[in-house]
């Protein structure tokens, strides 16, 4: 027999759950389109005859949009709601996806990539406003672990998206395949807006901090910090995704199939414990201890690979191990940030942190591939060490006041 306080409370996380759903599509379409080129570069190389130099310009003017444009975004997803910006970011980034498939110029794909770019910028201030705005406090944890793992799943999918849409279509074809999805995810989320309707001004009872108070809000000590934290982990995370492989070859000569594999299993392990720290993030209030705990274990892990000739399944455990290390912080740092920001300036306080993501995804190849430029492999673990290192301290020294949820949430 259902009683009567029991049936609100499941319309509740009914509605949860859609809300989450929702906006897991919309960033597991982000991350897609943050990967599209990549696996088809030889096939544009080919057919346009462009060096690989004029490539990494299309993918380096997306990035380059996003991280001057997205606290800007942010700000106006305070302003005029979250729902409606995150769709009409979606419609933008697949109509600029499929125009740089239709018109037969280079300049036209480093300018639609730009305005994919520009598209890329709503996703995260949009996603955490609406998660924190709409998910009960309870399940708020679980929900940034979901859109995350939503994240790694489209960063999974791309790749053979894109290589077998090519094989049936051409790149041409690949891309427009990849537009046609964002456009089906937009029209889904249109269609559930209502579940997306929510207002900041509403939700946090008081006027978004706006202007000249909203940038003063992103100067605070413990918002800069984030930014940091979210640059170095972004910096400490690139380094073992793009250059573990190599680095792993030229220092133990590790045979390719087994630095693979090894690889595979940091990414593949970093996604489940991602889904592990959703539910560590909503039973505790020490977020903080989790991340610096998780940064502890990570770089010890880390610091043995670096130093020591391991055998393939060794190898391949400690970096699953690592990887899951690094997936179990990821909710408590989302939770870290929601605790710092005040109620109705979610959107640009996400939106500016998590441009390390980009600062850090410019920095990163640059420092790495100099390392391995000047016959430094070990050097790669070794600087991701260090990293997480000084991520542990600025975690560790940020304060935070998170409240437990009431019954009625």
């Excluded at 990821?330 to 979610?346: C, E, H, K, L, N």
């Amino acid at each position: 027999m259902v009683t009567v306080t029991e049936i609100p409370m499941t319309r509740r996380r009914a509605g949860d759950a859609r809300v989450i759903g929702l906006v897991s599509a919309a960033h597991f379409v982000s991350h897609v389109y943050g990967l599209l080129l990549p696996p088809v570069f030889a096939l544009i190389h080919s057919d346009w005859g462009l060096s690989y130099q004029e490539l990494s310009v299309v993918v380096a003017s997306y990035n380059l949009v996003s991280a001057f444009v997205q606290t800007p975004t942010g700000f106006l997803v305070d302003r005029f709601g979250a729902g409606a910006l995150l769709i009409a970011g979606l419609l933008l980034g697949s109509a600029a996806i499929g125009a740089a498939a239709l018109f037969p110029s280079y300049w036209a794909l480093v300018a639609c990539f730009g305005v994919a770019g520009l598209a890329n910028t709503v996703y995260h201030p949009a996603d955490y406003a609406i998660l924190s705005h709409a998910v009960a406090q309870k399940r708020i944890g679980q929900a940034f672990s979901i859109h995350t793992f939503s994240g790694l799943l489209g960063f999974a999918a791309a790749p053979p998206l894109m290589l077998i849409s090519a094989r049936f279509w051409g790149w041409r074809g690949a891309l427009l395949v990849a537009a046609a999805i964002g456009l089906a995810v937009a029209l889904v989320l249109l269609a559930q807006r209502h579940a997306l309707a929510v207002t900041p001004a509403a939700a946090a009872q008081r006027r978004p901090v706006a202007g000249r108070d909203g940038w003063r809000l992103l100067m605070t000590p413990a918002i800069l910090k984030n930014l940091a934290f979210f640059t170095l982990l972004a910096l400490a995370g690139g380094g073992i995704s793009n250059f573990s492989i190599v680095a792993l070859v030229a220092l133990y000569e590790t045979p390719l199939w087994v630095a693979n594999a090894a690889l595979t299993g940091f990414l593949l392990m970093a996604a489940l414990g991602v889904l592990l720290g959703g539910v560590i993030a909503d039973r505790t209030r020490h977020h903080t201890r989790v991340a610096a705990l998780g940064f502890a274990l990570s770089a010890s892990v880390i610091f043995a690979i670096g130093t020591m000739a391991l055998a393939p399944a060794a190898l391949i455990v400690l970096m699953a191990t690592a990887g899951f290390l690094s997936g179990i912080i990821q909710p408590s740092r989302d939770m870290i940030v929601r605790a710092v920001t005040p109620a109705g300036s979610f959107g640009k306080v996400f939106g500016f942190v998590t441009t390390g993501f980009n600062v850090g995804g410019v920095i990163g190849p640059l420092f790495f591939g100099w390392l391995m430029d000047r016959g430094e492999p070990r050097m790669i673990f070794m600087a991701v060490v260090a990293i997480t290192l000084v991520s542990l301290l600025t975690v560790s020294t940020t304060r935070v006041t998170v409240t437990r949820p009431t019954a009625a949430d």
